[in-house]
């Protein structure tokens, strides 16, 4: 790799024009080095401007300190290409050193800007220096094929709108050459794709409307959406390429709205109190569930033209009428599945949709199936104990368990008096009857994929990130770990209790942890506690879900990188009369757009060079601690696939991907036993298959353990990290590693770890400053007490961590 352009920012000239700053900046000197700082408000920023080849492969490398609590956005301030956030401290330990970011990234631009911005109030950006590198594309190939045992490991979004403004690409085709440049790179074997969004099926098909759109960042810096209700058959192209590549391709369906439903429903609140029929929700405050009450419901091609007239675009309450006369911002009425998933019509489309979708797609070999995104408005379950008390629902319930409900059919109140009669006397008969309806009906998808190909899954992501705020009073003391119900719960609350799926084929269930986050709110640029655990202490800590995932044989993790965002004030407006861009980017995944728009954010001018802004990024802990996600699936649930992403790839972790993928996928893709009695901090799993027996060992930890295993006779083996013999001896494990084995006839009996003492004493000392907090409840003492008794290091450094710890701190 050559460099092409290189910055001590602590020698900046702020006079220099290739140099911006937004608020005060700082020269610094302290223990940790010297380096360039920010102001402390959050969008406070800093940047250079300077050139680069566009579409060739870069490497950006970024020194910054590690010395307190910060959260710095990095970016070119106008596309997703080398968008990428970083956080210290909060619950990492502080190293005070300088720490170095590397992100793989394609520029689309020759006049390059490179940005270091403020998020949390408090946590200013700084940056010691970065230097950036053209790369050869010999230089991303893998060195040598990974070898296949089974397990999947890849990349999975949940928002496509963004294909055209990430990865340097302003088409379909550049887009798949540099996802597939990575995913070959980085060793992945995976790609988790929307095939259904929002409104519905981005593709064509014979069953369900199709509308597809993307955001495309021009070179000159404009954005556009250019969007289609006649798409290309671009699943049909990327499957191609994924079968020449030996990528298994899942299809992911968000599904909220099908076409078919949406013109037939009735959201007449006063008909329906009258007795008219309806296949929406009714919930427990006697409402029609009249739309999803969420964000979703403004991407459909017929909401824009009036999107465009309107200097507030996003604001869908009243009197702004909505595709299909859906209805949004409604007091009362909660983020929820608009359709009832036992009414017989829905799931007529419901299966239709599915059944049609793999019979397109079957003859790729690729093709592994559909995933689906269960939020809190999917329309396979009911999202909360607040959907479900309709006519039919409620005598299909009456007629199955016996029990009569005891409220007049016509009783215009009928429909609250339900839910207070069944949440009250037979609530445990009520949620068990309804999750059993609804795996029924799971599998009944299921026997209509696997009539279409035996060997298509039907996988279900159970997603907490968007679904918890929609059903918890979040950001509150009630929403924390210990005080809200467990995920589990919540889950068979909207009708899936996962112990019903356990066992059955061509069955997966994805458990969704939170991995571009420090936690997910609002704005996160607050600074009040409640905001800053939810996720990942249940990540971390609900022990429920984890005992769920060991006893599915078929499971993995989702690893969301979800992304923080300033808006500004966004506006969507048409292009200008003879707009050039609108002749050389009118397409859409490969076909020919029917239309398209400018949109942008703008802000108070602050010295960028440039009017054409976006500000949107994940963000990751320093060095490997995000790979704390990949080892607490295995260690905890054994994960048979893990998946990575959200908006747009990560290519911060490339390196820690290639070495994880080398030892991961070349696992069985089949329930390990657990050797011992105990997986923390270190998890030890084996598996006999065909006289050969594999063995992992996988430290959840961010500091080294040492373990020495015990077989029933001399082992002879190879190492799966690098293939050399394996005879026994001690295992290094570094922080969250993983290391595999392969032996030849024999198993392990017994293992022991070590943890280094001074590691121990650290987290002695940390106990005591807890301890010594006259705040800290009495049970959290004895639960911090009774951990470090046991060596149960990984689950008292999270607790330590917890939100209890840090409320009792504050205070």
């Not at 607040?386 to 007629?399: I, M, N, P, V």
């Not at 009040?528 to 800590?541: A, Q, V």
């Not at 270190?682 to 027996?693: D, H, I, K, P, S």
Request: with cysteine; aromatic share 12%.
């Amino acid at each position: 790799m050559r460099s092409v352009y290189r910055k001590n920012c602590a020698d900046t000239d702020a006079a220099d024009r290739d140099f911006f700053h937004c608020g005060e900046v700082a020269v610094v000197e302290d223990g940790c080095g010297r380096y360039l700082q920010a102001a402390e408000t959050p969008l406070a920023r800093f940047g250079y401007r300077f050139r680069l080849t566009p579409k060739r492969p870069h490497l950006l490398r970024v020194r910054y300190p590690d010395n307190r609590r910060r959260f710095m956005m990095i970016g070119d301030g106008t596309s997703y290409d080398a968008s990428c956030a970083v956080v210290t401290g909060h619950r990492w330990e502080i190293s005070n050193s300088m720490q170095q970011l590397e992100q793989l990234f394609w520029p689309r631009f020759g006049d390059f800007s490179l940005c270091f911005m403020t998020w949390g109030q408090d946590e200013a950006a700084a940056v010691e220096s970065f230097e950036v590198f053209e790369l050869e594309e010999k230089e991303l190939a893998l060195p040598e094929p990974v070898e296949e045992g089974g397990r999947d490991f890849g990349v999975q979004y949940e928002d496509p709108c963004g294909t055209q403004a990430s990865e340097g690409a302003q088409n379909f085709a550049e887009w798949m050459e540099h996802v597939f440049t990575y995913l070959r790179h980085t060793g992945q074997n995976t790609l988790v794709y929307p095939l259904c969004w929002y409104h519905g099926p981005w593709f064509p098909n014979d069953r369900e409307a199709a509308q597809v759109f993307s955001i495309t960042v021009a070179d000159d810096r404009r954005q556009y959406i250019a969007w289609s209700d006649a798409p290309a058959d671009w699943p049909a192209e990327l499957l191609a390429r994924c079968d020449r590549e030996k990528i298994g391709f899942m299809g992911e369906f968000t599904l909220l709205r099908l076409d078919s439903l949406m013109r037939k429903m009735n959201i007449d609140q006063r008909a329906i109190e009258a007795g008219a029929p309806t296949f929406n929700n009714m919930l427990c405050n006697n409402m029609v569930q009249s739309g999803t009450m969420d964000w979703t419901v403004v991407y459909h091609s017929a909401n824009y033209p009036e999107m465009l007239k309107s200097d507030d675009p996003f604001n869908t309450a009243a009197p702004r009428r909505m595709a299909f006369g859906e209805k949004s911002r409604i007091d009362g009425c909660p983020v929820g599945p608009m359709f009832n998933v036992l009414h017989p019509e829905v799931q007529r489309a419901v299966l239709e949709f599915f059944r049609e979708t793999c019979r397109r797609y079957r003859r790729f070999r690729s093709f592994r199936g559909i995933s689906v995104t269960m939020w809190a408005p999917t329309i396979l379950w009911f999202g909360s104990l607040k959907s479900g008390y309709d006519d039919y629902t409620a005598g299909l319930f009456e007629r199955e368990t016996g029990i009569a409900v005891p409220v007049e059919p016509l009783d215009p109140e009928r429909f609250r008096k339900r839910s207070e009669f069944l949440l009250g006397e037979h609530r445990e008969t009520w949620i068990r009857w309804r999750c059993e309806k609804i795996a029924a009906f799971l599998l009944k998808i299921r026997d209509a994929m696997i009539a279409e190909r035996p060997d298509l899954t039907l996988s279900l992501t159970m997603w907490n990130e968007p679904f918890v705020p929609a059903v918890c009073d979040v950001n509150t003391p009630g929403c924390q770990f210990g005080s809200r119900e467990s995920c589990d719960r919540l889950y068979r609350n909207g009708g899936i209790d996962l112990a019903l799926l356990a066992g059955e084929r061509n069955i997966e269930v994805m458990f969704q942890t939170d991995g571009g986050n420090r936690d997910r709110t609002p704005s996160n640029r607050t600074k009040e506690t409640e905001y800053f655990h939810m996720f990942r202490d249940f990540d971390y800590l609900d022990d429920s879900v984890w005992e769920k995932m060991a006893e599915l044989d078929n499971c993995g993790v989702y690893i969301f990188n979800a992304w923080h965002e300033a808006w500004g004030r966004h506006l969507w407006f048409p292009a200008e009369e003879g707009d050039r861009n609108c002749f050389r980017y009118n397409q859409v995944y490969g076909g020919k757009a029917d239309g398209m728009f400018r949109i942008n954010s703008s802000y108070e001018p602050d010295g960028f060079w440039w009017d054409s802004q976006l500000r949107i990024a994940p963000a990751f802990p320093p060095g490997r601690q995000y790979m704390e996600h990949f080892a607490h699936a295995l260690a905890s649930g054994d994960a048979l696939k893990i998946t990575a992403g959200g908006l747009f790839l990560d290519k911060v972790h490339r390196t820690e991907f290639r070495e994880f993928a080398r030892v991961y996928r070349r696992l069985p893709g089949r329930k390990f036993e657990t050797v011992g009695g105990s997986t923390d901090p270190v998890a030890v799993r084996q598996l006999t298959v065909n006289g050969e027996t594999f063995v992992y060992c996988v430290n959840r930890e961010p500091y080294e353990a040492a373990v020495r295993l015990a077989f029933d006779r001399e082992p002879e083996g190879v190492c799966l990290t690098d293939d050399k013999p394996f005879h026994g001896g001690e295992i290094r494990l570094g922080a969250y590693e993983l290391a595999a084995f392969k032996l030849a006839g024999n198993k392990v009996t017994a293992f022991r770890c070590e943890i280094a003492p001074e590691t121990v004493e650290m987290l002695r000392q940390r106990l005591e400053r807890a301890l010594a907090l006259p705040a800290l409840p009495p049970e959290t003492a004895k639960t911090l007490r009774q951990l470090f008794r046991e060596g149960r290091y990984s689950r008292l450094r999270h607790c330590l961590g917890s939100y209890a710890v840090a409320k009792a701190s504050e205070k």
